[in-house]
């Protein structure tokens, strides 16, 4: 019965030319213990320069801008998101406009993502909105398509969480049905972070239809409980369309925790603890995180495992991103500083 209700969305995503992409799990050494093991997921191996979120949900995405045709593609966000600078790389891949309207004053310094994204933008493509103005950006983005009607546009809203970008990031739950199936096991729980919360809430909504008890750690590292709640409630009543199906609001919320970071609460906000965590991951366990959301992540996770003494095996989602770290050369030479030889 699961499994046929798995393959309907499986089958219905197909329909759509819609891959599940894979990506593979392992062990980690240093995080967990022995009651409660942790794996890795290694969404940071979709692709080199976007992160894995923004991949999966491009692979909806896309497509649906493709249809549209749009002269130009008006993507919104900060001037170091990691959307902004994913989608550029798929929009002109696809003879696509980026057309940018990111926060700012006026042209910030040359560095970490925006350096990135400036080497495929060109800055007569960049429109900066001030921070006072922010709260409107969608409304003055829609006010520049009137006042250049000639032109046809298609807008992505920060970090694109739109419907479109739902069947796309639907891949990930299914994907890790199948790292389950390749181990011949079940994860207790599943940590992930959360920025518009989009990624986290396809997790859940799948999880919740087809009755998995795996249980979902969400971090917030960025937005507020009552905004991720009403976007989760948003896109369940899409899921319940997508999938003509009925996912019961009281069995969503048994399926997750949301988790508010302990330390550096704020989006951005980071550390010296953050960045000597990037080096004791990179050190212990070979791989390379960011400060903003995956070094975030491994910090509480390890605290949110000894608190609520959970057992496991856990699946802790590394979703890239890890292109942001050019930005922090200073941060990261401190911190290699102070770990000397202590850290081996
Ligand atoms: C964008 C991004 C997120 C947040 O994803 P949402 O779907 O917006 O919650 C998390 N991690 C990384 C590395 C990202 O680039």
Not at 323 to 337: F, M, N, P, S, V
Request: glycine share 6%.
């Amino acid at each position: 019965m699961l499994i046929d209700k798995h393959n309907d969305l499986v089958q219905k995503l197909h329909a759509m030319h819609l891959n599940i992409v894979h990506s593979r799990i392992h062990k980690l050494k240093t995080l967990g213990n022995l009651k409660s093991p942790c794996f890795v997921k290694r969404e940071d191996e979709l692709s080199f320069g976007i992160s894995g979120t923004k991949f999966r949900k491009y692979l909806s995405l896309l497509p649906h801008i493709l249809e549209d045709s749009p002269d130009q593609v008006i993507v919104i966000g900060s001037a170091f998101s990691n959307n902004v600078l994913g989608l550029s790389q798929r929009l002109i891949e696809n003879e696509l406009t980026p057309l940018l309207f990111l926060l700012g004053a006026s042209t910030p310094k040359l560095i970490g993502n925006f350096l990135l994204t400036s080497l495929f933008v060109p800055s007569d493509q960049i429109h900066w909105i001030s921070r006072i103005d922010w709260p409107k950006v969608e409304d003055i983005t829609y006010q520049y398509t009137q006042e250049n009607s000639s032109q046809r546009f298609f807008i992505i809203p920060e970090g694109a969480c739109m419907p479109e970008a739902l069947p796309g990031a639907l891949t990930l739950p299914l994907d890790i049905l199948e790292n389950e199936k390749i181990e011949n096991y079940e994860f207790k729980n599943l940590f992930i972070e959360s920025a518009t919360g989009l990624t986290a809430i396809a997790v859940i909504l799948v999880f919740v239809w087809l009755h998995k008890t795996t249980h979902v750690h969400v971090l917030l590292v960025a937005g507020q409980t009552k905004i991720f709640l009403e976007k989760l409630d948003h896109y369940r009543k899409l899921f319940e369309k997508f999938m003509a199906t009925d996912l019961p609001w009281e069995c969503v919320l048994r399926q997750f925790s949301l988790h508010i970071p302990s330390i550096n609460r704020s989006f951005g906000a980071i550390n010296s603890a953050i960045f000597m965590k990037i080096l004791d991951v990179a050190r212990h366990e070979g791989f390379l995180t960011d400060p903003i959301y995956s070094a975030k992540l491994f910090l509480e996770t390890e605290r949110i495992i000894d608190n609520y003494k959970l057992t496991g095996p856990n699946l802790i989602i590394h979703s890239g991103g890890a292109l942001a770290l050019i930005g922090y050369q200073t941060q990261l030479r401190k911190a290699w500083k102070l770990a000397g030889d202590n850290l081996r």
